[in-house]
């Protein structure tokens, strides 16, 4: 309440965007430490390259700023003293 619409807006999705890149880095050293793992039992298991890495974690945060911004958007057009007066 009292935080301009942009602020809500970029407040939200910047949280977004922290929760996603501390997920991608967990999933990157879990997958290279389960890959290391794997590759002692299965030799032929090859590690993928860099490009689907990279590519699997631009998809996932344009995922997450959509995820993130439309709610907020829609939020942030809310009139708030219409939604106090509601409840």
Known sequence: MGSLPRDLLAR???EGL???VAGIAAGLAGGLALARVAARFLPAAQMPGVLPVACSAAVLLVAAVAASALPAARAA???VVQALRSN
């Open 12 to 14: 939200v999705v910047s």
């Open 18 to 20: 922290l929760m996603v």
């Open 77 to 79: 057009r809310v009139d």
